[in-house]
């Protein structure tokens, strides 16, 4: 037999002889699999023990749950807000949308505009009450309402129908 070097996180080489099974490897695998479903419980637990008002993964549609399962409770919040003001989101669409609702407060907060001033188009005109304008004017408005609330006054100025 061959002695062979190991070194953390290396590669070894393709002709190199397999290392000995440990006695304790079904235990240390158990282990991972055991930490993986605590940390996945505790993403859970944690989003749905912040307060009573705090939604649960089971709260969001299923989609949404599936492919954001850390989603933060803010982030939860949101979704449900911009539901309430009729834009549907998915679970392929939920990582754009939130970003749209932090980057209207990181707007509002730092760029020193309006927000009618910012819901517009190409042309400078306000964003219609219609189609995929319509659908950013309400993720605008739910991400007021979730990241940034102090700005709530401004929602007004969306003129959401």
């Known amino acids: 037999m061959r002695p062979t070097t190991t070194v953390p996180y290396a590669v070894r080489p393709s002709h190199a002889e397999p290392h000995p099974p440990r006695a304790d490897a079904p235990l240390r695998h158990a282990g991972r699999r055991a930490a993986a479903g605590a940390a996945v419980l505790l993403a859970v637990i944690s989003l749905g023990a912040c307060s009573s008002d705090d939604p649960t993964l089971g709260d969001l549609p299923t989609d949404v749950a599936s492919a954001r399962p850390t989603i933060s409770a803010d982030e939860a919040k949101f979704v449900l807000a911009a539901e309430k003001?009729?834009?549907t989101v998915t679970g392929a669409t939920v990582?754009?949308?939130i970003?749209?609702?932090t980057t209207t407060c990181w707007v509002l907060r730092t760029g020193g505009v309006t927000l009618?001033?910012?819901a517009v188009d190409e042309d400078d005109?306000?964003?219609p009450n219609t189609g995929d304008a319509l659908r950013t004017k309400q993720l605008m408005a739910a991400g007021i309402q979730t990241f940034c609330p102090d700005h709530d006054d401004q929602i007004a100025l969306l003129k959401l129908p």
């Open 125 to 127: 005109k306000p964003l």
């Open 99 to 101: 970003q749209t609702g």
């Open 116 to 118: 009618d001033e910012v």
């Open 85 to 87: 003001l009729g834009a």
């Open 95 to 97: 990582d754009d949308d």
